[in-house]
């Protein structure tokens, strides 16, 4: 059974930065690759950012680009995502997706995700 260690999140002010990490484990088939997807409050659930595996091929939201930054460590089997210049809306539980296929979306169960609370 697939397990999904999420970490990292917290309340961090207007500005501040966060690391968050997800280390998977439980024998997880990735299609493709992996990354995170996070929902704010009455809002859908909107991909974040994602890195090829194996490859390290990445892609991130546009209008997050140049503030949030994805990484891994294939030894470790984990995957990172670094939070910089944080704003109000960015505040959202944020949630590890170790599978996801060529259309970058997700396949199988959601982890319970971290949250993530920025402040003004």
């Known amino acids: 059974q697939v397990q999904l260690v999420e970490s990292g999140g917290g309340l961090v002010q207007a500005g501040g930065s966060l690391g968050l990490s997800c280390v998977v484990s439980?024998?997880?088939?990735?299609?493709?690759?992996r990354g995170w997807f996070r929902q704010a409050p009455g809002q859908e659930r909107e991909f974040v950012a994602a890195?090829?595996?194996?490859?390290?091929?990445?892609f991130h939201a546009e209008s997050l680009k140049g503030r949030f930054t994805i990484s891994k460590d294939n030894a470790r089997n984990a995957v990172y995502l670094q939070m910089n210049s944080l704003q109000p809306e960015d505040t959202a539980v944020y949630y590890c997706?170790?599978?996801?296929?060529?259309?970058?979306?997700?396949?199988?169960?959601w982890g319970q995700g971290t949250q993530v609370t920025v402040s003004s």
């Open positions: 890195i090829s595996w194996p490859g390290c091929r990445t």
């Open positions: 439980g024998g997880t088939l990735t299609r493709y690759a």
């Open positions: 997706a170790p599978d996801l296929d060529y259309g970058l979306a997700h396949n199988g169960d």
